[in-house]
């Protein structure tokens, strides 16, 4: 499939989501993936590791245009986010939550997580596949969005993926490499920040399952779970949220497909606010609001001035 039909799937793929009617959504032929093929509703796993203290990951570089000055400047549970055209920074007070409901089979595996212990042997993080509930226990209407943009392009074609193994399966599914998949993005990003390693982010999950957005997009057969590293990815809150006490926060993934909608390092140019990335879904550089199960738990406080010195740390 060449990205220009993938992008046009794509944009299929999230309409049908934000109508709430996922099972809508067609499904094209998945012959083509050379990844395991599937009868309808069985598990196929793909599982794509990253070992991120492999020899690989130690030799990856930062173009030292991609950090905001401020990034040398973060604690190690901190990260960078936008906000009201706002560089922000995110305290993380406790790890990551993958919501999972008792009647919910996410992993695909026949069974209800109520009777499949099995389901918990690690963290199903999956991105197409939204909660009713936050961690807490409250209503999903209750909970902040957290938007996570993902450089779902391409900027280097000689740059590799975290594995070799992964970037022949996403030349396969998608017709060319996302920058979100890469050690060494062609564009700068705030996870990983500074001091993490290539594949991961403070208090993040180091997988996700990304195989309910790409069965979906009908790349894949129903039933398959598509295991990868964590993906690069910038974080965009809404003008109301910038300055807030920790709390959850649902994350909504959009898939950005313009490099030239990408955010600078500064936040000078690209998606800072939500308007922004509003106009960058009406003009189809940024794909629709994709759902997840996936919460994290921060406080968000704006950088102060034009040279963006970090303000002291709100309780």
């Known amino acids: 499939m060449d990205p220009m039909h993938l ?3 794509a944009f299929s793929f999230v309409l049908c989501l934000g109508a709430g009617t996922l099972g809508a959504c067609s499904s094209p032929s998945t012959q083509s993936t050379g990844l395991p093929a599937s009868g309808a509703g069985s598990a196929v796993q793909s599982s794509y590791a990253y070992d991120t203290d492999s020899q690989d990951a130690s030799r990856t ?29 995110f305290s993380y007070r406790q790890q990551f939550d993958c919501v999972v409901g008792p009647f919910s089979d996410l992993n695909s595996i026949g069974k209800p997580a ?21 961690p807490p226990g409250n209503p999903i209407a209750q909970t902040d969005t957290l938007f996570v943009l993902v450089p779902f392009f391409e900027t280097d074609k000689h740059t590799p993926a975290f594995t070799h193994e992964l970037g022949k399966a996403l030349k396969k599914l998608f017709g060319f490499i996302p920058d979100a998949f890469k050690p060494n993005p062609g564009v700068p990003v705030q996870c990983p920040a500074p001091a993490d390693q290539p594949g991961t982010c403070t208090m993040h999950p180091l997988q996700i399952n990304l195989g309910p957005l790409v069965v979906a997009l009908g790349l ?12 690069n990815h910038d974080h965009l809150v809404n003008n109301s949220n910038i300055n807030v006490k920790p709390e959850w926060w649902k994350l909504v993934v959009v898939l950005v497909e313009n490099p030239k909608a990408w955010p600078n390092a500064a936040g000078t140019t690209g998606i800072t606010s939500v308007a922004k990335l509003r106009a960058a879904q009406a003009s189809k550089e940024a794909s629709a609001d994709v759902v997840s199960n996936f919460f994290l738990y921060f406080n968000s406080y704006a950088t102060h001035g034009s040279n963006q010195q970090m303000p002291k740390m709100p309780m």
């Open 114 to 134: 109520d009777i499949a212990p099995q389901q918990f042997a690690s963290p199903e993080c999956d991105i197409g596949i939204d909660s009713k509930l936050n």
């Open 220 to 231: 894949l057969p129903a039933g398959t779970n598509l295991y990868v590293p964590l993906v």
């Open 7 to 9: 992008r046009r799937a």
């Open 61 to 89: 570089t930062t173009d030292p245009s991609f950090l905001n000055p401020l990034a040398s400047k973060l604690r190690n549970n901190e990260t960078l986010g936008f906000g009201a055209d706002k560089l922000l920074v």
